[in-house]
Nanobody
Framework: QEQLVESGGGSVRSGGSLRLSCAAT????????MAWFRQVPGKEREGVAR???????LYSMSAKGRFTISRDNAKNTVYLQMNNLKPEDSAKYYC??????????????????WGQGTQVTVSA
């Protein structure tokens, strides 16, 4: 099981950028599929991006072209670079992990380990 700690959230104006980081401890990071989800109050947690152990990435339609997920196995860290942020990107962002080579974005239930989340607020 991995312990995950997110950082990098904050408040930005529309069009701005943020870089989220998620530091993992407790497992062999390179064997974990990693993802970012986000959630606003009253809504289901939705997948934003995931990166598999072979570095292949998958994005939600809303994230594609604006967000980039990456991982540094030497630092046990996964990143989410978010550019051209919009007010609708405002949410609490969670890092997720599952010990598998493959993972998806369709459901949060495919992931076993979660961080506490970091808030992202984008103003118009």
């Amino acid at each position: 099981q991995e312990q995950l700690v997110e950082s990098g959230g904050g408040s930005v104006r529309s069009g701005g950028s943020l870089r989220l980081s998620c530091a993992a401890t407790g497992g062999i990071f390179s064997r974990y599929c990693m993802a970012w989800f986000r959630q606003v109050p009253g809504k289901e947690r939705e997948g934003v991006a995931r990166i598999q152990t072979d570095d292949s990435a998958l994005y939600s339609m809303s994230a594609k072209g604006r967000f980039t997920i990456s991982r540094d196995n030497a630092k046990n860290t996964v990143y989410l670079q978010m550019n051209n942020l919009k007010p609708e990107d405002s949410a609490k962002y969670y890092c997720a992990a599952v010990r598998s080579s493959f993972c998806g974005l369709g459901s949060q239930y495919g992931y076993s380990d979660w961080g506490q989340g970091t808030q992202v607020t984008v103003s118009a």
